[in-house]
């Protein structure tokens, strides 16, 4: 049976515990001497956690001021890397897992920064299901933000190849560099056929223009020749640079109209 006495007493809240200054003040001293020890040896992660602890309303006054100064300056020091992860396929994912120095310190990647103790670090990414792994050394250096590392775990196929296309321009070049040879065949023969009938006829005292004419028509045909080779030449150039993917602006060319057929005139 409860007394009276008893169910009144039931009913008050617990007194606090006492608090053991001395040891609290003890914890505060060894957490700030571990820090700045931890600190020196470049690990800073783990020196946050003693100047946090040692900067808490519990510590003495003076402590609690150089543990949040010291916090300060390992935040500044410490460095973080950001990781971007590629499946098999070259696709973003965030399925890694991510260990520093064989600690695992993200089970999946979420796109925000990782922070790591500078100086020589073993990256290890783990793609989903432990089908693949990648193993990395980096230098991590002191007060290096987001810095980017890579977790390709394979890379997209690449394009289809490029069909091989003739431009019209080549078509149009081509058109005039056969046109070319063409008159050249043609004006050529008429030269042949006068310097027949001139060395039947008068040869060795033929009048001056009848040389003259016979002339000209070899000039004609030198002049498609040159002009018809160029002008396929151009065709040709028009084609591969089309197919290489590095378009330039064509070639000018001019089609002149004359009485024995055509000719292109312009720069190649």
């Keep these: 049976m409860v007394s009276v006495g008893d169910a009144a007493q039931a009913g008050k809240p617990k007194p606090a515990p006492k608090r053991d200054l001395k ?7 060894e957490s700030h001497a571990r820090g700045q020890t931890l600190m020196r040896e470049g690990k ?3 020196a946050r956690e003693d100047f946090i602890a040692c900067g808490l309303d519990r510590c003495p006054g003076a402590i609690r001021k150089e543990c949040a100064d010291l916090l300060a300056e390992v935040n500044q020091k410490q460095p973080s890397v950001v990781i971007d992860g590629r499946d098999e396929v070259g696709r973003p994912t965030t399925e890694v897992k991510v ?3 064989d600690k695992e310190m993200a089970a999946n990647l979420d796109g925000r920064a990782i922070d790591v103790d500078p100086g020589q670090r073993t990256f290890r990414y ?4 432990g089908k693949k792994t990648i193993e990395r050394k980096v230098l991590v250096l002191e007060g290096q933000r987001s810095r980017k590392l890579s977790a390709v775990f394979g890379y997209p196929p690449p394009p289809p190849p490029k069909p091989f296309e003739i431009p019209l321009l080549s078509y149009i070049l081509g058109g005039v560099g056969i046109g070319g040879l063409g008159n050249f065949a043609v004006w050529g023969a008429l030269g042949k056929s006068k310097q027949g009938d001139l060395e039947d006829s008068c040869a060795p005292r033929c009048r001056q223009e009848q040389v003259d004419a016979m002339r000209s028509n070899y000039v004609i045909a030198d002049v498609s020749l040159a002009l018809g080779a160029a002008a396929l030449g151009a ?4 084609t591969l640079v089309h197919n290489s993917g590095e378009e330039k602006p064509a070639p000018p060319v001019n089609v002149v109209l004359h009485p024995g057929g055509f000719m292109a005139v312009g720069h190649f």
Aim: proline share 0%; with cysteine.
């Design 44 to 46: 800073l992660a783990a």
């Design 126 to 129: 783990v793609l989903k299901g």
């Design 235 to 238: 065709a040709v150039v028009v």
């Design 23 to 29: 040891a609290e003040k003890k914890a505060c001293v």
């Design 99 to 101: 260990f520093v120095d």
